[in-house]
């Protein structure tokens, strides 16, 4: 089990968090973005910026490879629907996309918007560790976290309609 934060500063303990999170264990602030066959997305639960969407596979695997073809199409389908949202209803002109083989969750993908207050942190993958903190660390407002939900119920709306 591993002890994990979530942006409201809560704790939970779970084997993998991405396995809690598309099987219902664990409600991601917000609620589920958008849900296919395959995929789960939310809000990331553990850093409130505006849009910063997960998109995880619902079966547990590590690498892009393990995906099934009906997996692949919907991986890029759900993707692409969820980036025309964040531009549609959110104004997210940029986002920065990552995912990694190595992590203790299973597949997953970071959506992670640029805003201009990030530009202090840098325009370059370095950027993004420093910015996730700081929002961790300072947008725990109860302004930004409101900022936050409104945004997901937009993109709930937009994606859901």
Not at 107 to 112: G, I, L, Q, S, Y
Request: glycine residues 4%.
């Amino acid at each position: 089990m591993r002890k994990i934060t979530l942006s409201n500063g809560k704790s939970v303990e779970v084997e993998c968090l991405s396995c809690a999170l598309t099987s219902g264990l664990i409600e991601p602030d917000g609620g589920v973005v958008i849900e296919t066959e395959y995929f789960h997305a939310h809000q990331d639960v553990a850093y409130p910026i505006k849009g910063l969407i997960i998109l995880a596979s619902k079966r547990h695997i590590k690498c892009f490879d393990e995906l099934n073809e009906e997996e692949r199409l919907d991986y890029i389908y759900i993707l692409t629907k969820i980036r025309q949202a964040q531009r549609a209803v959110l104004g997210i002109e940029f986002v920065y996309y990552f995912y990694n083989e190595d992590t203790s969750h299973h597949f997953h993908t970071w959506m992670v918007p640029r805003y201009e207050w990030m530009d202090k942190f840098g325009r370059s993958v370095e950027s993004v560790r420093p910015v996730l903190l700081h929002s961790r660390n300072n947008l725990n407002s109860e302004e930004n976290v409101k900022e936050v939900l409104f945004a997901i119920e937009k993109l709930t709306k937009e994606l859901n309609s």
